[in-house]
């Protein structure tokens, strides 16, 4: 996963510009998709296609699906929120640039241009061409899936519904996890876990066992932020000042911006470590709260296993996450950058501190197990999310035969 992860990133890195590299990938991958597709309908008559659910993100493979006469289903793996922003704009129904201090958009709350994904509001034009295309063909598809459940975006799911046919499906993560915690723990018989770097649950999960019940901030910004050393030394000794236990996901390319003498200061609070499986840690009852770059998944997980957040979001679709996990759902806080957008220490320090025992922190905690628990009546017999897909693979069954 690693290797071909790395060549990926190499072959973007050496195109002079995203839409170059994805007109590439789109022609070198509609023909070996295609090739693939008729290879395995002759030569695997046993096992025969009917239906192909692609990733939003690569809106070329509906033509490729419907030219060989199969079945198509978009999969947004971002919130109903952002697709519908994403939407407006590709519908020319959101002016850019941007003007003013709020904009509207149908099914959610007034947002600051700020709150907008990073590519709206700094008219990142390469990439949001990229991103609006999603939408570009969609009423030629069979199904529109959304990982997210309609309790959680239900405002936003009765908006777009009047437009496409808004299915949610999600959390689309491990059903154990959503089941009870100490289950998760001790159940290893179904490991869906997939990794891009190797793991280091073991000893995260056996320094979590000698902590408190929510003692523990857990800190991780995925698999592709990047922070400047300034903002990494700031987020260090702000988690130094927050005085908590904490959990700090570090990969190896990040390492050399810790500060000089972090790790050893901190050794009797800190547990530092390259990668981890997130879930794991996530389900823990040492973990007091999460400190997130916002990605959807992450989102995602820590809803579904009821950890409040602390919001730190950096590009992309973090800051209309952030705005939705701090301001509408009120499952935690968002840091605030000073002039520079540097989060300096004192606000790392200080919002964790209140989300883990200040006045707010209670009815943050709150306000997140009530959303975990909305999750799990999602996918469970009869919830919102199992009644969709059973209505999926009702209707593809009716479909093929």
Known sequence: MDTTRRKAEGGRAQAPSPSVYYAKFQQIGSETLTKLIENLKTHHQSCPIDCIIYDANLPWLIGVVKNVKLIVAAFFTQSCAVGNIYHQLQQGLIR???????????????????????FVYRLESDILDILLNQF???????????????????????????????????????????????????DDQ?????????????????????????????????????????????????????????????????????????????????????????????????????VTHCGWNSILEAISLGVPMVAMPHWSDQSTNAKFVADVWKIGVRVKGD???????????????????????????????????????????????????NEFVAKLIQYCF
């Open 96 to 118: 850019l640039p941007l003007v003013g201090q709020e904009v509207v958009v149908p099914g959610l709350p007034p947002l600051e241009p700020a709150d907008m994904p990073s």
């Open 339 to 389: 002039g520079r957008g540097i989060i300096v220490r004192e606000m790392v320090g200080s919002c964790i501190k209140e989300v883990m025992d200040g006045e707010g922190g209670e009815g943050i905690k709150r306000n997140a197990r009530n959303l975990m628990e909305m999750a799990r009546e999602a996918v469970k017999e009869g919830g919102s999310s199992d009644t969709s897909t």
């Open 190 to 290: 179904l490991d869906f876990d997939v990794h891009l770097y190797e793991p280091k649950t073991s000893a995260c999960i056996n320094w979590l066992n000698q902590r408190q019940n929510e003692s523990v901030a857990y800190v991780s910004f995925g698999s592709l932020a990047q922070l400047d050393a300034e903002q990494m030394e700031e987020l260090a000794w702000g988690l130094k000042k927050s005085d908590k236990y904490f959990l700090w996901i570090v990969r190896e390319s990040e390492e050399a911006k810790l500060p000089k003498g972090f790790v050893e200061e901190t050794s009797d609070k800190g547990l530092i470590v390259r990668w981890c499986s997130q879930l794991e840690i996530l389900a823990h009852k040492a973990i007091g709260c999460f």
């Open 136 to 186: 570009a063909q969609i009423d030629k598809v069979d199904w529109v899936f959304f990982n997210t459940f309609y309790k959680l975006e239900e405002e936003v799911i009765n908006c777009m519904s009047k437009l496409l046919s808004v299915t949610t499906i999600g959390p689309t993560i491990p059903l154990k996890y959503l089941q009870d915690q100490q289950k998760v723990l001790n």
